[in-house]
């Protein structure tokens, strides 16, 4: 199957200008915008998305997903004035042209879930309730420490939401103890895209295929076409400097710079497809 690459490409560069040049020199197509020139997506105002938008179109470029951090928050924080600045940032995802979003499942809900299920939901819904009609749709994405950290919570707000897609991120789940390919038979149908992030079974991230994430597996079953690269591999700074021997006892895959970072995984990407 031909995949279409789209990019957390803010690990590449904090820039727009930046991310765009890596972008095009690894022939990746979309970007999941999260950061640009120093802002959270949730952040910036109608112009910068508006002269975002123009820096993409002029490269044939464009916005894939908001790499939002709505749902990033402990589940009895004030949901009011979260809620408002999620619309307002609907708002930029259509000046963006994006045409997804992603969310998580609250802070604060794992160790009692059957308690804060309920409650999940409720403020779910509400995100659900507030983009109909935007064009964009609302996928969530398994993340350490939210209500739906583990496939089997995962699947809990799928069913009862199931107007909410999931976005299927391999390492996140490894990092919670999650075998991923049960996790992948029990979310496969509610899948909308993925992120691609690898990590071994000590939690540590690697490029893709070189984890316990069952890459090969996953991609191989996966029906979508767009996979999202989200490298948060290491970069160490003083890299250049050391010597050879001192590279490989430090870590296994760490890199000079972010660029390097992000070319990486792409790279390690192309190799599984």
């Known amino acids: 199957m031909k995949f279409e690459l789209a990019a957390f490409a803010d690990e590449a560069d904090s820039s727009i200008d930046g991310q765009i040049m890596a972008m095009k020199a690894n022939s990746i197509t979309l970007l999941e915008i999260r950061g640009v020139d120093g802002q959270n997506i949730a952040d910036i105002s109608k112009d910068k998305a508006k002269e975002v938008r123009s820096k993409l179109d002029n490269e044939g470029l464009g916005v894939w997903s ?62 659900l309730d507030a983009a109909r009609g935007s064009g964009i749709i609302l996928c969530h994405e398994n993340e350490k420490g939210i209500y739906g950290d583990i496939a089997s ?19 996140n789940f490894i990092q919670c103890g999650q ?47 767009v996979l999202t690269i989200e490298p948060h591999l290491t970069v160490f700074s003083g890299f250049e400097s050391l010597e050879n021997g001192q590279k490989t006892q430090m870590q296994e895959y760490a890199y000079p710079s972010s660029r390097a970072a992000f070319d990486a995984a792409v790279n390690a990407l192309k190799e599984i497809i």
């Open 66 to 127: 908001l790499g939002s951090p709505f749902g990033k928050i402990d589940i009895n924080d004030d949901f009011a004035s979260h809620l408002d600045k999620f619309k307002r940032t609907l708002e930029i995802g259509k000046l963006l042209g994006a045409k997804k979003l992603r969310l998580f499942s609250f802070y604060g809900t794992t160790e009692e879930p059957e308690k804060n299920f309920d409650k999940v939901i409720q403020k779910l819904q509400a995100f």
């Open 153 to 171: 919570r995962c699947l809990e707000i799928h069913k009862a939401l199931p107007e909410l897609k999931a976005i299927f991120d391999p390492a």
């Open 179 to 225: 075998d991923t390919k049960e996790a992948w038979d029990l979310l496969s149908p509610y899948v909308e895209y993925m992120h691609i992030k690898d990590a071994k079974a000590d939690g540590s991230v690697v490029p893709a295929g070189k984890g316990e994430g069952n890459l090969p597996y996953i991609l191989n079953q996966y029906k979508g076409q």
